[in-house]
């Protein structure tokens, strides 16, 4: 028995469309897809930096963010905003190294204030 042909090209069809956001063009996937997270490397950048920031600030490397803020040549008020994310809660910052936050979840919303206690994050990240 002769083994039957194996066509040279295969179609496939992937319902998608494509959105403009922030001057940006974005696939967008129907409705209950599977979505596979990016992770954002300016958030993980930030996380790794405010953390950094502490254990120097708590070693007594350096004894105030002035201080600190100078040495790393930039704003205060920006490394204390930086800063803030080391009270995020352990889940939204893993979340956030592995890819899997909330959409909209970015730099700059979490530079904005955010509550203090965890339960009050969750709701308001929506993690």
Wanted: charged share 30%; hydrophobic share 40%.
């Amino acid at each position: 028995m002769k083994p039957a042909a194996t066509p040279d090209t295969i179609t496939l069809r992937v319902p998608f469309r494509v959105v403009k956001r922030g001057g940006r063009k974005e696939v967008q996937l129907p409705p209950g897809a599977p979505v596979q997270r990016k992770t954002d490397n300016t958030l993980i950048k930030a996380l790794a930096r405010a953390f950094r920031w502490k254990k120097m600030l708590e070693s007594g490397e350096f004894t105030t963010i002035n201080e600190l803020a100078e040495h790393e040549g930039i704003a205060p008020s920006y490394m204390t905003r930086v800063m803030r994310l080391t009270l995020l809660a352990p889940d939204i910052v893993e979340a956030i190294l592995d890819g899997r936050q909330v959409p909209g979840i970015n730099m700059s919303r979490l530079l904005d204030p955010f509550p203090l206690e965890w339960v009050e994050q969750r709701k308001q990240i929506r993690l």
